[in-house]
């Protein structure tokens, strides 16, 4: 087809490329704006009709067989459809309702979007076996498709988005952004076409249909990343609520308590200004409620802390610069990773002590804490179990070198006496330590694979989950228990240094590590709404979502061990008093 009619290169404009944004650049013309990517498994109607409504207009019928997201988004345009609601499992049968349509000759437009080649994707990466023969499945499936077409009926074959090899494909790699475009019959162009941008394919087949009349012209490419912004005050918010939480839970302070409770609120307002699309206005609240924090506690803003969101900055920047090195390697997971991960694990044991030896049988025979160090040691083994069970070795590897390092931290803490005055060399070294566990989560990260590019997040072993009654859940719960578990491990390794800490200086290294994490998100934020440049703007992205992801899972995990290791000896105890708490 491609030798007898045209072919061309399609280039995705999306930042986080989906089939949710590619159906809304090729059938609208359109890059949809980002929060629309969390739609990819159920999208809202649209009040236009991009080439569904010219067709419709014009008194034709459209016809489309493929996942749900067609008629969510234009079923209003649409005259039918056969729906796949799993993902690329029923192709046999959508293609089976489209021989079908083209026979009975009643549909002027007909979508047929196959799943089968992206599910195998991720679930066995690009390089296997089980993709090449999806791929040559397509092919073949294409192949019946233009056979059973009229003389006067035009054929017009393209891709949502591409994988990279892992089978990810929500970052920039060109292995993600290029897609094919085969073009044959009346109306299209022929020969080597030059590569166009995505949803420039609705003009051609907007001529292919003879629907000239439509005028409603795509957006320009300018204007597709409105609204980045509302990034910004949510990992922000969420790194400085879950600190002045953390903090206000060890010393019952009625400020902390306040600060998170109005921060916490603001978060909510936040997101509620952002689903109504008020994008300035939800900017403006975050700010306000943050520097409202940040200003009216006397004496907590630092030089330390300010030194820290520098590092932080110039961390945030490493990765970015690392995101766009590595950017569609055949492997970025290769060695380099893998010696990192060993290196941090050396580092972690050459100072201190392995993890466990005598501590733990002291520890255990201490009553108050025996059930806490047992459920931190079910943690390491459940957590390294998870990682082998996902068959993911470098990522268990990872983890234990989390554990050492989260310990080798946590002895850096010391045990300086109760009452340390702010500003003593005890203090500078908690927001020290702070910042080098924010530190220590991006290496341990990077040496499980995962780089700024969202598409180096591994659904391989969840995607096997998503066939069962609830495997979407099931599927969504193994991607963020990986993405945690360096966190967990961490926070796990940590949890004696920072369990004997006084509260002042514990509230200092829970300062130091938000203050490195804001300073990465700063990055982030500031690229992604400055970067004219695609990819950078999509790594900006990765990083400022990572870094959200990362300040949830540390401080969570912080909070809740700081909760199992507090002063109430039995659970009735510590269940009474959070009740207690949250009445007050
Ligand atoms: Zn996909």
């Known amino acids: 087809l491609a030798a007898r009619g045209g072919r061309a290169t399609a280039r995705v404009e999306s930042l986080v490329p989906s089939s949710v944004a590619g159906i809304i650049a090729l059938a609208s013309g359109e890059v949809p704006p980002l929060a629309s990517s969390l739609a990819d498994f ?14 419709a207009r014009a008194g034709g019928r459209c016809f489309v067989a493929g996942p749900s997201l067609w008629t969510e988004l234009y079923g209003r345009w649409i005259a039918a459809a056969e729906v796949d609601p799993s993902f690329g499992r029923a192709d046999e049968r959508l293609i089976g309702a489209t021989l079908r349509a083209l026979e009975s000759d009643a549909h002027r437009l007909i979508v047929l ?10 679930q066995y990466g690009t390089r296997s076996p089980e993709y090449r023969a999806a791929a040559r499945w397509c092919d073949a499936a294409v192949g019946r498709i233009a056979r059973a077409m009229g003389p006067d009926a035009a054929l017009v074959v393209t891709s949502d988005h591409g994988n990279v090899d892992r089978g990810g494909h929500a970052g920039p790699e060109p292995s993600v952004l290029r897609t094919p475009l085969v073009m044959f019959g009346p109306g299209l162009p022929t020969g080597s076409r030059p590569a166009m941008p995505q949803r420039a394919v609705r003009s051609l087949l907007l001529s292919a249909l003879g629907c000239h009349g439509d005028a409603t012209a795509g957006v320009p490419a300018g204007a597709r990343r409105e609204g980045n912004g509302s990034w910004f005050p949510l990992p922000l918010a969420s790194a400085l609520l879950s600190g002045l939480s953390f903090w206000s839970g060890l010393r019952g302070a ?24 008020w994008f300035p206005a939800a900017l403006a609240a975050g700010f306000a409620a943050l520097a409202w924090a940040a200003f009216s506690v006397p004496g907590r803003i ?62 255990l025979r201490a009553p108050p804490h025996r059930a806490v160090i047992l459920g931190q040691w079910l943690g390491v083994v459940m957590g390294a179990a998870a990682a082998a069970a996902l068959g993911r070795v470098r990522l268990m590897l990872a983890y234990l070198a989390a554990v050492v390092l989260g310990r080798a931290l946590g002895r850096l803490l010391g045990s300086p006496p109760a009452g340390t005055p702010a500003g003593s060399a005890g203090a500078a070294r908690c927001v020290a330590v702070g910042m080098l566990t924010a530190a220590a989560v991006v290496l341990l990260g990077r040496a499980a694979g995962e780089t700024t590019s969202l ?48 509260s002042d200086p514990a509230t200092e290294f829970a300062a130091g590590l938000a203050a490195a994490l804001v ?56 269940i009474r008093n959070r009740i207690e708490d949250d009445l007050r």
Not at 42 to 55: I, N, Q
Not at 469 to 477: E, H, P, S, T
């Open 42 to 55: 159920k999208a809202m109607p649209r009040d236009e009709g991009g080439v569904f409504e010219a067709v």
């Open 113 to 122: 979007h196959l799943g089968r080649v992206d599910a195998v994707a991720h």
């Open 254 to 277: 009625q400020t902390g308590r306040r600060h998170a409770t109005v921060l916490n609120l603001t978060v909510w307002l936040l997101l509620a200004l952002m689903v109504l699309g």
């Open 302 to 363: 630092s030089a330390r802390l300010v030194a820290a969101g520098g590092l932080g900055t110039a961390l945030g920047a490493l990765r970015l610069v690392d995101g766009f090195v590595v950017l569609d390697r055949a492997t970025p997971d290769g060695m380099i990773p893998t010696l990192i991960g060993v290196a941090v694990l050396a580092c972690g044991l050459l100072p201190f002590s392995p993890p466990g030896g005598a501590g733990v049988g002291r520890a």
């Open 455 to 502: 598409s180096t997040v591994d659904v391989r072993a969840a995607f096997a989950l998503v066939d069962g009654r609830f495997g979407l859940i099931l599927a969504i719960v193994a991607v963020a228990a990986a993405q945690a578990l360096p966190s967990i491990g961490l926070v796990l390794g940590l949890r004696s240094g920072v369990a004997r800490l006084a």
């Open 519 to 574: 300073g990465q998100a700063a990055v982030g934020v500031l690229l992604l709404n400055a970067a004219r440049d695609q990819t950078v703007a999509a790594l900006a992205l990765g990083l400022t979502a990572r870094v959200g992801a990362e300040t949830l899972y540390l401080f969570l995990g912080l909070a809740a061990l700081i909760l199992a290791s507090g002063p109430a000896a039995t659970p009735r105890e510590w």
